[in-house]
């Protein structure tokens, strides 16, 4: 961590969150040759509630960056099949490549967050032009005379400086991001508000896929995890959690509906402690500001199901740093300047979080949840084909076209 002085520090740039869409963010930039602060509130290796899931064209990005070695060296899981279960039904498919050519399946790994984190922060860290501020909560943002972002305001009595100014101050700040609140930007969607319970499992048999299983008002997600674990995500409506109840008990309550993870689950034996978060749907309206911007799950985060996240803030962070460099180098600190990105992110994103936020919405009325789970039960080249949206491979507007949904849609 830094030594500086407690006087104000100026960078190009101020990161606040030093997870995935931070941390991808700092050492995109410092490569460029930008000066960053990379502002985090906890002490690394820390914990994050997650499915640990990161979808086949993560690797991509991962190998770019040149991270893909280190994740694989610590242990990620290959998983290239997904199994949904539910209403007596079982689907099953594969990740197929982008070219969606029968047969060409590939694969996403899982890693341990406090492991995926920890690798990425401290590549970031030891970028030279890179300054690290561990520990350390940002707890306002600065402006300047004309109103502009300037920077943030840390919590003090940590050990570091009061304040960080910077030409741009970016919020990688996660779920409930300060920027994104302070920006005006930040609206929870409380119609798709979830709470989630993740569970860790060692002695469970080991396999090469992940699962989902519904249950009333919400659903299971299994994934092999490196270390020979299981992570085991509970997601739920906010409304059926009895704050009071034991979470492993609560658990054993929904297992009941999964009998087949269940069963897998006999022999297997808690690992470390339940971690738990919610609500989780929110979204902002704008993610570029006069010397800000929001990346990541800053920018609004719908729920876990399709498994995204890690791609939406990677791949976003891979959109913003060019643009953010762009804009430095031709002197500009305005939103503006930082409208091709927006533009980017809802070219890339929007039809993706319009299915994630579709498919949520559908899935928790039963009727329909049976039906789509029959037709995917049936139709195994429809079932890769929505994995390979939901793998980020293919985009949900290609998918429609009926060159290719055609097929899937006949094909038994
Ligand atoms: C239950 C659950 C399961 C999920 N499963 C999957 C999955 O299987 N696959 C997938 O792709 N995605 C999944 N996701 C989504 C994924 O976890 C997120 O999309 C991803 O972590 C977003 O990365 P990020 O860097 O934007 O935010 P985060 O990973 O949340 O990092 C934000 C960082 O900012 C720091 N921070 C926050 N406030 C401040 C502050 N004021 N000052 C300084 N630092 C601050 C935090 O400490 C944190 O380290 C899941 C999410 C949940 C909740």
Redesign the pocket.
């Known amino acids: 961590m830094s030594d500086r002085s407690l006087q104000p520090s100026r960078f190009d740039v101020a990161i606040?969150?030093?997870?995935?869409?931070?941390?991808h963010m700092a050492l995109r930039l410092a490569r460029m040759g930008r000066s960053v602060a990379l502002?985090?509130?906890?002490t690394f290796p820390?914990a994050?509630?997650?499915?640990?899931?990161?979808?086949p064209e993560?690797i991509g990005i991962l190998e770019e960056i040149g991270l893909k070695q280190a994740v694989i060296e610590a242990g990620a899981c290959s998983i290239s099949r997904m199994e949904l279960h539910g209403y007596g039904r079982k689907a099953r498919g594969g990740y197929m490549a982008r070219d969606l050519r029968p047969g060409t399946y590939i694969h996403g790994l899982?890693l341990r967050?406090e492991i995926l984190?920890e690798i990425s922060l401290r590549a970031a860290a030891r970028e030279p032009s890179v300054e690290l501020f561990e520990g350390?909560?940002?707890?306002r943002i600065l402006r300047d005379a004309t109103g502009r972002v300037d920077g943030?305001g840390l919590a003090t009595g940590n050990g570091g400086p009061d304040e960080i100014r910077a030409d741009y101050t970016i919020g990688?700040?996660?779920?409930?991001?300060?920027v994104a609140r302070e920006m005006g930007v930040y609206h929870s969607v409380e119609s798709l508000e979830k709470l989630?319970f993740?569970y860790r499992f060692s002695g469970v048999e080991p396999q090469g896929h992940a699962e989902v299983h519904f249950v009333d008002r919400g659903y299971l997600?299994a994934?092999p995890v490196d270390g020979g674990l299981l992570t085991l995500?509970l997601?739920v409506d906010k409304a059926s959690w009895n704050g009071g109840r034991d979470k492993l008990a609560f658990l054993h309550s929904k297992l009941l509906e999964a009998p087949a993870l269940a069963a897998k689950l006999e022999t297997a034996e808690l690992s470390g402690e339940v971690l738990a978060?919610?609500p989780?749907a929110s979204t902002t309206e704008e993610q570029v500001f006069d010397g800000a911007a929001l990346?990541?799950?800053?920018c609004g985060?719908v729920d876990?199901l399709t498994?995204?996240?890690?791609?939406?803030?990677m791949r976003?962070a891979a959109l913003l740093a060019p643009a953010l460099d762009r804009a430095l180098a031709a002197g500009r600190r305005d939103a503006a300047a930082l409208r091709a990105y927006a533009r980017a992110r809802r070219r890339e994103f929007g039809a993706r979080f319009l299915l994630a936020r579709g498919l949520q919405r559908g899935l928790r009325k039963p009727g329909i949840a049976r039906s789509v789970l029959s037709i995917l039960a049936s139709r195994p080249r429809l079932m890769d084909l929505l994995l390979t949206v939901t793998g980020d491979s293919v985009s949900p507007l290609q998918a429609l076209k009926p060159r290719v949904l055609l097929p899937a849609l006949w094909q038994r």
């Open positions: 606040l969150g030093g997870g995935p869409a931070g941390s502002v985090e509130a906890r820390r994050k509630p997650c499915g640990e899931f990161m979808s993560c899982a967050r984190d350390q909560r940002a707890i943030v990688a700040d996660g779920l409930r991001s300060l989630a993740v997600i994934a995500n997601i978060i919610g989780l990346v990541g799950d800053a985060f876990p498994g995204e996240g890690l791609y939406f803030a976003g």
